[in-house]
């Protein structure tokens, strides 16, 4: 790829070396900053692409191609003026001459030079390391390479746990390799985590169905026996692999400055002065190549800093210098959340330690405090990444930590303090570190009318970066807003200028059937995390459609893809529906037969209903084939839907029963059963005021009169327990099922995306009394429209297990491996009270020990 500028004559000359995404930022700043007007530059990329988002390189893996990560495709280049070259390697620089060499023999001559080189993978001299299906993690063609690698065989191996190394794990498993990670430290993420916040992660991750090698060094790696290398480690124990992916660390790329007689550190790295120069002042380095003060950053977000401050050099604005930067971080590794801030090793002198720990829940949680407790120092978070972006302000800002600093790592309890609005962060907070964008920047963009995050990031770049601020830039965006008198969107997210309901509307009244037709139409872009379930989810609500569809296929999580739900270690449950825990001995021996056939881990449910546990992935359509041949329909368990109808015995059995509860709850189950909503749904029917099946803590709760029916609203058990409010008393069978109909659509058609009945309805201007004027009174004339939305979902219901038992091509998901029928060797038992649950990792390696 090459431009055809000509080279004007009249302009000094400036050459941009390396076009990666620091190298392209740069281009981007000396743009904006009317560089093009003063300066003729010329950019040389090694690689055969522009500059692509190397952040998001494993989205490679998951559906994305390289247009989908390109940062440019080379119009912003040529609408400025700029000539650039890819696959193009500069060899030579002859700083006395001031010319560059090429690799094809061509020269340029330059007057001001920046190179931006980047880093290449550290691959340790294992004796070994050189042979076949041996990968590196950086650029789409190591990807390719690995992509077709992994068509061949079974199992993969990084060797490496940090950063790079999980994320080139998540690509590996991916992939549908049976994945293990070596790292040569006691942990991983040695620079990031604490050895309690590194050891959470690694079972976080193992029981994801990674095997994970901590303190182990590998000294060779020869032939297997089993597969395709066999890694011995220095403790005399061994791993077989079919495929070795390197991801132990970068190196800046300093070759070419070296050549020149730049100067250098100790250990690598082209030293340089706060506004990037390095030691001949018409050079600058920025990036990973580049070493400030001893110290190479290792992350985007610094090299965007020193792009800016380069390219503000060269425009003459003294104000822009490079000074360091904050290596905090937050991210999503395997699926499991990670976060950094400051010390999070403690090292400060004095400094004192706050820790939180939930096993059950598998989350870490700790703080560094100054040794009076007043500022943050530092913080280490595994499992749940929700305070992260709180602690970072307190610690960028210095902000003053409030009494009982630790409620801010401790789950919400009353009287701990709220979150940090924004209110309280001042004008420099930085809230957008991959760009550098400060609180006062938003303000400035919101002031010139920027009125939308849309247009915020336009303008700042804020939120373009690895996207780890997009919460914090909303709440930022919607206050200054606020503060101007102007109505903050409610938009669903950038690509849909609508909110849910709007949404909602559209697909009903435009009849639009798939996610792909309602963007074209209505939106903008490729969709997000937000959107896609959110369509899914609204699709499956409105039409009723199969959610394996080709169409819709996509927009699902795990769960609905798999129609179960994925346990700790990576296996699934079955929960047949047993409408009302009504079953008859058939179904019940049935249950019992499949349990034993596939030796599942067999539970009663509160909702009484049967769970079973512990089936992999290909046995789900052999399990469910037998189910639904005896009879038995999907629970749904897995989707946002409706659950179980709980329920006692009511007055056909019991003294004390006024009203035939069973009945009613079988009923109301089947009604409802093929309802998608935009959370799941409980009920629960009791035949007297004794209450035996807790109604009123669900979200329709319906207990029996001497009258006929009472009727609960939007109640919730979990997190935070509400009860239900009293809609309606002594209603006969026909307007209960009319009311709670209504109830339900409206739901359904007005809520927020995982919004449970209860906070929707406490967010309806009148709450309680306006849901009875819409349902009752049919105040919004809408109640008609409600009737049939909720008779369309009846008469539409299908067993979606059923469904994709006839669908061959729905079958072909249940695999466990792409490219292997065998089984995951990780997925492993033990018996406990004559029944299996997933082994610890203790137990795998005592088991192992065993057979070994």
Request: net charge negative; glycine share 10%; with cysteine.
């Amino acid at each position: 790829m090459t431009s055809n500028i000509p080279l004007s004559a009249n302009k000094p000359r400036l050459v941009v070396v390396g076009n990666g995404m620091v190298g392209h930022h740069f281009v981007e700043q000396i743009i904006a900053q009317g560089g093009h007007e003063t300066f003729h530059i010329t950019v040389f990329g090694e690689e055969p692409h522009l500059a692509y988002d190397r952040v998001h390189l494993s989205e490679y893996f998951t559906g994305k191609g390289a247009a989908d990560l390109a940062m440019t495709d080379g119009t912003l280049y040529d609408d400025n003026g700029v000539r650039y070259f890819t696959n193009s390697l500069v060899t030579e620089i002859d700083r006395e001459a001031k010319t560059l060499l090429l690799q094809n023999g061509d020269s340029l001559p330059y007057d001001k030079l920046v190179l931006a080189t980047g880093s290449y993978p550290f691959v340790p001299p294992i004796p070994g390391h050189k042979r076949d299906n041996t990968f590196v993690y950086r650029t789409l063609e190591d990807l390719d390479a690995i992509r077709d690698c992994a068509k061949k065989v079974t199992r993969g191996t990084v060797v490496g746990g940090g950063l790079l190394g999980l994320e080139a794990a998540n690509a590996l498993k991916n992939l549908g390799l049976e994945t293990s990670v070596v790292e040569f430290a006691p942990r991983l993420m040695p620079v990031q985590l604490d050895e309690k916040g590194g050891s959470v992660l690694k079972g976080m991750i193992e029981a994801l169905g990674v095997k994970v090698y901590t303190d182990t060094a590998t000294q060779e790696i020869v032939d297997g026996e089993t597969a395709f290398h066999r890694m011995n480690f220095a403790d005399g124990t061994h791993l077989e692999t079919d495929l070795i992916l390197f991801s132990a660390g970068i190196r800046p790329q300093d070759a070419l400055a070296k050549q020149s007689g730049l100067e250098m550190g100790e250990r690598g790295g082209i030293t340089i002065n706060n506004q990037c120069q390095t030691s001949d002042a018409d050079i600058y380095s920025i990036g990973e190549c580049a070493l400030w003060n001893n110290r190479i950053f290792g992350l985007v977000a610094p090299g965007y800093t020193m792009a800016k401050a380069a390219a503000g050099h060269l425009m003459g604005d003294a104000g822009l210098s490079f000074t360091g930067a904050d290596m905090s971080t937050k991210l999503k590794l395997l699926g499991c959340d990670v976060g950094s801030v400051g010390d999070a090793h403690g090292t400060s002198q004095g400094c004192k330690v706050f820790v939180y720990q939930d096993e059950l829940s598998q989350s870490y949680r700790k703080m560094v405090v100054s040794e009076d407790g007043k500022k943050l120092l530092g913080a280490v978070l595994v499992g749940d990444n929700s305070y992260y972006d709180t602690l970072l302000q307190y610690y960028l800002n210095a902000i003053d930590l409030p009494e009982q600093a630790q409620s801010l790592i401790l789950p919400a309890m009353d009287g701990a303090p709220a979150a940090l609005g924004v209110d309280a962060l001042p004008a420099t907070a930085s809230i957008c570190s991959c760009h550098n964008v400060s609180k006062q920047d938003i303000s400035d963009a919101v002031c010139g009318g920027a009125l939308s995050v849309g247009d915020v990031k336009g303008v700042t770049k804020a939120g373009t970066g690895c996207g780890g601020c997009a919460a914090l830039l909303k709440k930022v965006v919607d206050n200054e807003l606020l503060a101007l008198g102007v109505e903050v969107s409610t938009d669903i997210c950038e690509h849909f200028a609508y909110t849910r309901q709007d949404l909602y509307n559209i697909i009903k009244i435009g009849k639009i059937k798939s996610f792909d037709e309602l963007l074209e139409k209505h939106g903008k872009g490729h969709g997000c995390e937000i959107c896609k379930p959110a369509v899914g989810s609204i699709l499956a609500s409105v039409w009723n459609e199969y959610v394996l569809k080709k169409e819709h296929i996509i927009l699902q999580d795990t769960n609905d893809r798999f129609l179960g739900n994925m346990q700790k270690d990576g296996t699934y449950s079955i929960v047949p529906r047993i409408p009302g825990g009504e079953i008859t001995p058939e179904k019940l021996i049935v249950l019992g037969e499949v349990a034993k056939e596939y030796k599942l881990y067999t539970k009663i449910t509160g909702g009484q209903r049967i769970d079973l546990f512990g089936a992999t992935l290909p046995q789900l359509p052999e399990i469910w084939g037998k189910l639904v041949a005896a009879g038995f329909e999907t629970g749904q368990a897995y989707g946002k839907s409706l659950r179980t109808v709980k329920s006692c015995v009511g007055s056909t059995w019991c003294r004390y029963g006024v009203n035939d509860s069973m009945t009613m709850a079988v009923d109301l189950e089947n009604r409802y059963k093929g309802l998608r909503s935009p959370h799941k749904i409980k009920f629960a029917v009791s035949g007297c005021t004794r209450e035996c099946a807790e109604a009123q803590s669900k979200d329709i709760g319906v207990i029996a009169t001497e009258g006929g029916w009472n009727l609960y609203v939007c109640g919730n058990g979990g997190m935070k327990p509400r009860h239900g409010d009293l809609f309606a008393t002594d209603l006969d069978d026909e307007t209960l099922i009319k009311y709670i109909d209504r109830v339900l659509m409206f739901y359904t058609k007005t809520a927020d995306r995982l919004q449970r009945t209860s906070v929707w309805m406490d967010g309806l201007e009148g709450g309680l009394e306006y849901l009875k004027e819409v349902v009752i009174e049919d105040k919004l004339g809408m109640c008609d429209e409600l009737d049939a939305a909720m008779n369309y979902v009846v008469d539409t219901f299908q067993c979606e297990w059923k469904t994709t038992l006839e669908d061959p091509e729905a079958l072909k998901t249940f695999r466990q491996f792409v490219n292997y029928d065998g089984v995951d060797d990780n997925v492993v038992f033990v018996e406990e009270r004559d029944q299996i649950r997933p082994a610890t990792e203790k137990e795998k390696l005592e088991l192992i020990a065993k057979v070994g």
